[in-house]
């Protein structure tokens, strides 16, 4: 008989105890934190790729073909470097045609000087008879008839420089006109030269000789490699305080470990409609070396100013229940959800709670199952700030 | 007057607390197998607490979104938030995956959240150690189940994730622990291809002259960009406002915004109904044979225990015990190795179900219905015993 309570008794208990201790009769084992009244800093993350402050694309001006590219990606160019050559066609021997015109429209003027010359002195003789004839007739030795005559050679005769100088004008004009032609066609073989702008390094070599161009079409790309900022996008949640000169964290993709220091240069003021970013350009304080490679993917955690000291609960504490935003209090043995308005966060999951609770508080951090005011608990060592339940 | 039944179960106590003992494990075995079921629709019905929502705004036509796949554009959400009678709106991906971690990796079901609302659908409703998702990127909570601990950096597609935090009984409808990420990571995990397939998308976009067109600078390029990007998501969570009908806001939503709209009574009906009807179906299947072998090792049980002391019945018989006594020993013996059958399973079947891959929920209803069932089982197990020692000539007392 007592051998068979001996097993039966702990059996019942066993029971009982098992009953109680699992499934919905259980106390819910929960983790509780002091409400702390303190200062918090918010950071905000954001995700951008590495870009060059300063990008090229270097193109022709006209569609032709390409006749040599000098440069290859990676190599360092000097601001007025030829890195390519557009196909010239036949604008060399235009230029050398033209140079010929030239020296035929020297020659002209030369001829021009030359006439005009030859009818000045005919005028200067024809002058000199007309008015010695002039004389002669004043003392009746020759007829009226024959200083007319040479009154009017005279008169052709300044006529015919009059002429000889607006023939050496014209000449000369011409000889302007076909020069500036030729400077026109000396220009537009420099055109067709691709030159770089600025120093800086060369990204993509998006053609080869021989290939044809269209006029616009990008053929080298290049950077300055000194000016690489990030591009950075943030999410317009909780970036209200985000502004021009704060620092900045970055983490390469390449470089997970390292962090770089950094500055916000400035903040776009066109914000992405669609994705809900904002958009901001951040510079690093030293450039890394090596030089990352443009477009990698960056981390950036740009820290805000502190904000004003406020009653602060982990975000793991906070729950919605019928609605509410609010936290689980401690009141004796029970609960008690207490509604509350929460403001920042900073990194650490620390939050605000602008209304509905006070510093010394305690409230439910972690709990094992959802809790609702029934809740049976029992409180674990809240000592340590993380425990898994 | 002393207990028949008492005594002669004292003279072969071990024997007959050995016989409840076996009796108790295949009960056990029955309660598992009904925690089993209700841990499935429990399931269910967390994955819709859990989602925080009272709407669930999805595509057209669908069952979204975890019964069926589901994409609507990102932005839909603003318009949805600004209907009469929603508080909150939050889009949410799902996507269930295979997640690596170290050189192992853990079936999941992903889901992407907007981070930094506490509270907010989507969210996960409890943390049992770490911190909620904040505006930060790769991060993310896990549920305990997935065997991550804070700290911990888990792949997700091409990208890392920090473990933040943990939660619990964050699970899918079929049972894959849930991890919590932020929403835009969420978005290019589901849409995001491997480098290979980007590769090669790439380069058939580039063969494909309608794209790359030499007259058009610039056209491959935006191409290939609209091709990379991802402006879907999976549903727009709802929270309603106190005092508003869901049916009435969900009908303006269906009406106005062309969109498919659930209630929280029409997704369980999908979730329990639909999603988890099968297996449901073959649990209780499994249960009912299960109900009926245990019956009937009752009633062997009995029948054997009963023949095995017939001469003592006849002895009984024969000076003159009624037969209401003989019955009533039978019926207590009966009823006592399934009292210790169903202790003996209770114990058993809590101390096992931790170990199960997949959530048991033994619910006390159930234990409580169990014990009525195993009583009424024995008592008609001891039915055969009990007309098989009424049967019993006294004679056989003295005879061969």
Same mark, same amino acid.
């Given at each position: ?94 230029? !050398? =045609?033209?140079?010929?015109?030239? +020296?035929?429209? *020297? &020659?002209? #003027?030369?001829? @021009?000087? $030359?006439?005009?010359?030859? %009818? ?22 020759? !007829? =009226?008839?024959?200083?007319?005559? +040479?009154?009017? *050679? &005279?008169? #052709?005769?300044? @006529?015919? $420089?009059?002429?000889?100088? %607006? ?223 | ?400």
């Amino acid at each position: 008989m007592l051998r068979l309570f001996a097993v039966l008794v702990p059996l019942l208990l066993l029971f009982f105890y098992v009953a109680l201790r699992s499934g919905p009769l259980a106390p819910v084992p929960v983790t509780v934190v002091m409400v702390e009244t303190k200062q918090i800093r918010p950071v905000l993350f954001g995700i951008g790729t590495l870009e060059a402050k300063y990008a090229y694309r270097i193109g022709s001006v006209t569609s032709g073909r390409i006749k040599l590219i000098k440069v290859d990606v990676g190599d360092v160019v000097h601001a007025g470097q030829v890195v390519g050559e557009i196909d010239p066609v036949d604008l060399d021997e235009r230029m !050398s =045609a033209q140079l010929s015109v030239i +020296k035929r429209a *020297e &020659a002209l #003027i030369r001829s @021009a000087q $030359a006439q005009f010359r030859d %009818a000045n002195a005919r005028k200067t003789f024809a002058t000199g008879q007309a008015k010695r004839y002039g004389l002669l007739q004043s003392a009746r030795a020759v !007829s =009226a008839e024959s200083a007319e005559a +040479k009154h009017q *050679e &005279a008169e #052709i005769a300044r @006529a015919s $420089a009059s002429s000889a100088e %607006a023939g050496v004008h014209a000449a000369r004009q011409e000889f302007a006109s076909l020069k500036a032609e030729y400077q026109g066609l000396v220009k537009q073989r420099h055109n067709l030269l691709l030159l770089a702008p600025v120093d800086g390094l060369v990204t993509a070599r998006n053609a080869e000789p021989g290939n044809t161009v269209l006029a616009g079409q990008t053929v080298i790309e290049m950077i300055n490699p000194r000016s690489l900022w990030i591009d950075v996008r943030f999410d317009q949640l909780q970036s209200a305080d985000l502004k021009a000169a704060l620092p900045a964290r970055i983490t390469l993709r390449s470089r997970p470990g390292h962090i770089f220091s950094g500055l916000v240069e400035r903040l776009e003021p066109l914000a992405d409609r669609i994705t809900e970013e904002l958009l901001a350009k951040v510079v690093f304080s030293v450039l890394p070396e090596p030089l990352p490679p443009v477009g990698e993917l960056c981390e950036v955690t740009v820290s805000l100013p502190p904000l004003q000291a406020l009653p602060v609960v982990p975000n793991a504490s906070v729950h919605r229940v019928d609605g509410r935003l609010g936290v689980w209090i401690i009141e004796g043995s029970g609960l008690r959800f207490a509604e509350v308005r929460t403001g920042m966060a900073d990194r650490d999951g620390n939050l605000q709670i602008l209304r509905g609770l006070q510093a010394g508080a305690r409230v439910v951090v972690y709990s094992k199952s959802a809790l609702h005011a029934g809740s049976r608990i029992t409180i674990l060592n809240s000592n340590r700030k993380e425990l898994t339940l | 007057m002393i207990s028949l039944a008492g005594r002669d179960i004292l003279h072969g106590w071990g024997r007959f607390l050995l016989t409840g003992v076996g009796l108790g494990l295949l009960i056990g075995v029955t309660l598992s197998m009904a925690g089993i079921y209700r841990g499935m629709v429990d399931d269910a019905n967390v994955l819709i607490e859990s989602s925080g929502a009272d709407l669930w705004v999805v595509q057209q036509g669908t069952l979204g979104p975890y019964a069926e796949p589901s994409s609507i554009y990102e932005d839909t959400y603003r318009g949805i938030r600004g209907m009469q009678g929603v508080a909150r709106a939050a889009n949410v991906t799902y996507l269930t995956m295979q997640v690596r971690y170290a050189d192992r990796d853990v079936r999941a079901m992903v889901v992407g959240v907007v981070p930094g609302g506490a509270g907010e659908p989507g969210q996960p409703g409890f943390l049992v150690a770490g911190r909620h998702l904040i505006g930060s990127r790769y991060e993310a909570v896990a549920d305990v189940k997935t065997g991550f601990s804070l700290g911990d950096t888990v792949t997700i597609r091409r990208n890392r994730y920090r473990v933040v935090g943990l939660t619990r009984r964050m699970v899918s409808s079929g049972g894959d622990p849930m991890i919590f990420i932020p929403l835009k990571e969420a978005q290019q995990a589901q849409f995001l291809k491997d480098n290979d397939a980007l590769l090669q998308q790439r380069r058939r976009t580039e063969a494909n002259p309608l794209f790359n067109r030499p007259s058009v600078p610039g056209l491959l390029e935006a191409v290939i960009a609209s091709q990379t990007t991802n402006s879907y998501v999976n549903a727009v969570l709802v929270q309603m406002k106190p005092g508003y009908d869901p049916d009435v806001v969900a009908e303006n939503i269906q009406r106005w915004k062309r969109l498919q709209v659930y209630t929280r009574p029409q997704m369980r009906t999908i979730l329990v109904d639909k999603l988890i009807a099968t297996s449901a179906k073959q649990i209780g299947m499994f249960l009912v044979i299960l109900s009926i072998v245990s019956a009937a090792i009752v009633a062997f049980i009995i029948y054997t225990m009963t023949m095995a002391k017939i001469r003592e019945i006849a002895v009984l018989k024969l000076i003159g015990t009624r037969n209401r006594v003989i019955a009533s020993m039978i019926l207590q013996q009966a009823l006592g190795l399934g009292a210790i059958g169903f202790v003996v399973g209770k114990i058993a079947a809590t101390l096992w179900s931790p170990f199960f891959p997949r959530y048991v929920l033994l619910e006390p209803g159930d234990a409580v219905r169990g014990f009525v069932a195993v009583m009424v089982i024995s008592v008609l197990a001891s039915i055969l015993a009990i007309t098989a020692a009424l049967k019993v000539d006294p004679a056989e007392a003295i005879g061969g």
